[in-house]
């Protein structure tokens, strides 16, 4: 997970098609499970982020504008996660700031 935190870009390819000589791991080719499996395993590692950087930033005193907006930020993606949802997926509910900040 190192490695893809560094990234500017994630791109899932999954296997859609059959072919004997090529063995799936799970035995059987279904590119949803797959991506699905993908899925879970990014957004366990996000919100294990999430709850390492939170309680310490909620307690806080004085947070400045930015920790502000980065504790709104937070809030806003542990709620996503923690229903099973990408971060990619909750961005466009974001405002200019609080996007700027997740970047």
Same mark, same amino acid.
């Given at each position: 997970?190192? %490695? ?34 993908? %899925? ?21 005193? %004085? ?7 980065? !504790? ?29 900040? !997740?970047?």
């Amino acid at each position: 997970m190192a %490695n893809i935190r560094e990234c500017d870009a994630l791109v899932q390819v999954v296997r859609q098609f059959d072919d004997g000589d090529i063995i799936h791991v799970h035995g059987k080719v279904d590119p949803v499970y797959d991506a699905d499996i993908i %899925n879970t395993e990014l957004i366990m590692a996000d919100l294990e982020q999430v709850d390492r950087a939170l309680p310490s930033l909620e307690k806080a005193k %004085n947070r400045s504008k930015d920790q502000d907006t980065l !504790l709104e930020v937070y809030k806003i993606v542990k709620a996503a996660l923690d229903s099973g949802t990408l971060i990619y997926d909750v961005i466009e509910d974001m405002t200019e700031p609080q996007r700027k900040t !997740l970047k």
